[in-house]
C-alpha cells in the first residue's frame, strides 16, 4: 500500500512559466468549489492544514501545487509525487468572464503540464450528475487524460444507499470504463482506493 509520509505545500501558479519545474509524476484534484478538494488532499497526505479548507466557497483561484514523499509498504520502494488543488468551479455569482479565465487556466494546464498521470474528479454523493461536472469529465476525454471520480462525503449517506447512488452517477455522468468511488474525509473510508489508484499509475 502507497502511504504518503511527507508533504509540503510549494507555490500557487497561474501560467505555465510559474509552474513548479520539478517532473515528479503530478496527480491533480478537480471538482466544485465547496466538494472537499481541500480536505482529500489533508487528509491523503495526513497534514492538516496542508491543503486550506474552508466554507467560504470560490476563494482559490490558482492552482496549488504540492510535493509530497510517498512509501510502498511492500517493499520499501519509496519516492516522489505532486498533487495538484485545481481551482474550483460551478459557482453561480460567478462571472463569465471569471469563468472564461477558469478554463483557460485549466486548459493550459492539461496541455502543458507533461509530467501530469491522472486526475481525480471529485464529486458530492448527494449530488445528481451536474453540467459542470460533465463538462471537466468532457475535457479530460478529449485530451485522453486518465481519471477516475471520487464521491465524496459519502458519510452523509448511509452504506446500504451508497452502492445505487454511485452506478447513477455513473451513467449520469457517462463514465465508462472510469472507475468512482465513495470517501468519507471526515471519517477516513474510502481512502485506500484512491492511493491504489496512484499507486497503478506512477
Ligand atoms: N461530512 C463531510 N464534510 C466534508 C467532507 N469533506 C469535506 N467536507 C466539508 O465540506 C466543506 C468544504 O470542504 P473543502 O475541502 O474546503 O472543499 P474544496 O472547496 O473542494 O476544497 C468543509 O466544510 C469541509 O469540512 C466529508 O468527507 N464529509
Ligand atoms: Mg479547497
Known amino acids: 500500500m502507497l502511504r504518503i509520509i511527507d508533504s509540503y505545500y510549494v507555490k500557487s501558479a497561474v ?9 515528479y509524476p503530478e496527480f491533480a484534484f478537480a471538482g466544485r468549489s465547496n466538494v472537499g478538494k481541500s480536505s482529500l488532499i489533508n487528509l491523503l497526505t495526513n497534514h492538516h492544514g496542508l491543503a486550506k479548507t474552508s466554507g467560504t466557497p470560490g476563494k482559490t483561484r490558482l492552482l496549488n501545487f504540492f510535493l509530497t514523499r510517498y512509501k510502498i509498504d511492500d517493499n520499501e520502494e519509496s519516492g516522489f509525487l505532486q498533487l495538484t488543488d485545481l481551482p474550483g468551479y460551478g459557482f453561480a455569482e460567478v462571472s463569465q468572464r471569471e469563468q472564461e479565465k477558469w478554463r483557460r487556466m485549466v486548459n493550459r494546464y492539461f496541455e502543458q503540464r507533461s509530467q501530469l498521470k491522472a486526475l481525480f474528479v471529485l464529486v458530492d454523493i448527494r449530488h445528481r ?3 459542470k ?11 485522453k487524460i486518465d481519471h477516475c471520480v471520487i464521491a465524496t462525503k459519502a458519510d452523509k449517506i448511509p452504506k446500504t444507499k451508497q452502492k445505487k447512488l454511485l452506478a447513477d452517477l455513473s451513467k449520469g455522468l457517462g463514465l465508462q470504463d472510469v472507475p468512482i468511488y465513495a470517501v468519507s474525509s471526515l471519517n ?10 496512484l499507486q497503478s499509475r506512477l
Open 129 to 131: 450528475a451536474d453540467k
Open 15 to 23: 501560467e505555465p512559466a510559474d509552474y513548479p519545474a520539478s517532473a
Open 188 to 197: 477516513n473510508t474510502g481512502i485506500s482506493q484512491l492511493t491504489d489508484f
Open 133 to 143: 461536472d460533465i463538462m471537466m469529465l468532457d475535457m479530460l476525454r478529449i485530451r
